[in-house]
């Protein structure tokens, strides 16, 4: 099985990843963030980069798609393909920062890209306000994250929620992260795998 966690930067998806992982023992991909060349040469000037930036994502994410479809076992995936196009790459075509040119491009290799692929079985989308975003990244520290804008998280959220609930075919759980805190309240993670058996294995039902 192939499940993806889908959530806005500080949403909490490495460490939902990383805690179901080792609950069901799945395996974990990561996004590779830390990885991307491109990333805090786009955080300073989003305009120039934008397009190198989604280009390098989407090369990743469909390596990872790639793996994914021939694992004999079941993987959880730190932010989906879908995402990186539906969210990511839309919000920045909106804000200017790519051309009409480059985008048709980057959407064309995608389309083909889904020529060979299927949706995840179970998408688990953690829906979280922008001041609880805003909490867990100063949190983490990330340098290149700190000058990331209300507006832009705002925007974001909004796409999030377009996509989920308007654009996306597959099968869906939403999570509201700001009421939640799984990572330091095992009765809160507990629900969280509840839920998901119940989806996935049919177990408790309700």
Known sequence: MHIAIAGNIGSGKSTLTAMLARHYGWEARYEPVSENPYL??????LHRWSFNLEVYFLKERFR???AIAKADHTVVQDRSIFEGVYVFMQNNKAMGHLSDRDYATYMELFQQMMSVVRLPDLMIYLRA???HLVGNIQKRGRQYEQTIQLDYLENLNRRY???IYKMYEGRVMTIDKDHLDFQHNPKDFAQIVDRIDRTLFGLFPE
């Open 129 to 131: 306000s922008v001041p």
């Open 40 to 45: 805090e040469d786009y955080y300073r000037d």
């Open 64 to 66: 990872d798609l790639l």
């Open 161 to 163: 929620d377009e996509f």
